[in-house]
């Protein structure tokens, strides 16, 4: 196979205190994750910072220099915490006004009277920005140069980044092959299992215990972009627990 | 109430590929986040990086220095892909060396001739590191410096982190209040609510949209060090509440 070109990359930035207060367990980073893999770009980072307005200009600043996209959850409601948008303006060193389509929508959305100050923020954005579409609450996100600015409430950020995803530059989608061992021992295996990595330098090997209620073991998961090389790999693996006394099985372990 | 010393700082760092993949969802985010404040310490950030020596050699030298303590998790097993002993030793300028009293437990817990390379490489440390017990399976983390290196399995890592703590420089913990209204709407009380949050800037005031099989609506929470001023604020935010014609209930939804 060719060599692919390399990969694109993107950080995810979290903004918000309850994330780092711990009374909102984060989800939005492992979505995203998974889904940036599904498109062949290499999520290299991710921060959770507070509501800080001097630190979130200055993380947005830093990584969207380094990474090809950022992405941000959190912090653009109507409440006075909700301070991402006007940030992300002043990191930009541009104005922060009114968004037209977006104040046009969101009006449409209200019955006549409530689409109030705190209301119009959300419909106030960088100029120069564009739209991600809303779908379950109207008020939209919007993308930046390269960042694009989501919701933090799950539900909303998923549906986003979904209308967002075709407008992303992909690359070439991020495989992975697994085989699993009950019983199966870290320590035992390490040895070998290195030199199987080693021999594989263009692919990502990880070896994760995993302790279930089925048993306890060994899950060895390959990643990279030529699925010849992961099937290789995995049936080298898949041959080193047999001869080290564990059945192998392909996959990763049932939760 | 005199004036409390400032919150020791801390940061999070969250090491390894199968968070960033999507793998693997992280929960020692959270847990830490909640200790932490327990004992008055500020959690100011989280980062999650990849298994890369560079990245974590210069993370982990940018955020000992930004802040009070840091706390590491992941990448301290047996296998190929647990790098962050090493990286530590290399941030602090220091050897990595077998931990006399490391190695002398861990020798102990395995039965002769088990006690391999591998698994030596867990009992191996930066020089002047002293030990984290493990008290779920042995293989000790460990503090150098300002920076606590524990487990990245959750059960091992809480385990970690609970006997460390009384070894921690501790704060005024950080309290909270809070009172939620079935029906409330952000937009509704946005503008009244960030009213009463410029008058206790002392306090940290967030409003949180919640959507629950059990009905949606809006929970304010307020943090602070002083109990007096979070009652004070608390009792504004639940006349608001009335006032716009939704019932206050204190505390959290539940879930």
């Known amino acids: 196979m060719a060599d692919p070109a390399p990969a694109p990359t993107a950080a995810v930035l979290v903004i918000g205190n309850e994330i780092l207060s711990g009374r909102t367990q984060d989800i939005n980073l492992r979505f995203l994750a998974q889904r940036l893999g599904e498109r062949g770009i290499r999520l290299a980072e991710a921060r959770v ?13 830093e990584l969207r220099a380094r990474y090809d996209m950022l992405f941000t959850t959190g912090g653009i409601g109507p409440t006075h915490d909700d ?10 060193g541009v104005p922060w006004e009114p968004h037209p ?5 969101m009006e449409r959305s209200y019955k006549p009277g409530e689409f109030n100050p705190a209301r119009q923020r959300m419909a106030t954005m960088p100029r120069g920005a564009s739209l991600i579409e809303n779908p379950i609450s109207t008020a939209p996100g919007f993308t930046i140069g390269n960042v694009h600015v989501m919701a933090g409430v799950p539900r909303v950020m998923q549906a986003m980044f979904d209308t967002l995803a075709p407008r992303l530059p992909g690359g070439t989608p991020i495989a992975a092959r697994a085989v699993h061992a009950l019983g199966a021992s870290e320590g035992r295996l390490a040895e070998p299992l290195a030199a199987i990595a080693a021999r594989y330098e263009e692919l990502d090997i990880g070896s994760y215990p995993f302790y279930r209620p089925g048993g306890n073991g ?8 030529d699925p010849a090389l992961l099937e290789a790999a995995i049936a080298e693996v898949t041959a080193l ?14 939760a």
Do not use: H, M, Q
């Open 101 to 105: 389509e977006a104040w046009a929508r």
């Open 218 to 225: 060994v899950a060895i998961v390959a990643k990279g972009l």
């Open 83 to 92: 301070i991402t948008s006007e940030c992300i303006a002043a990191a930009f």
């Open 49 to 61: 910072i507070p509501d800080i307005p001097d630190v979130i200009v200055a993380t947005v600043n």
């Open 241 to 254: 627990f047999a001869t080290l006394g564990y059945a192998p099985v392909a996959g990763e372990p049932a």
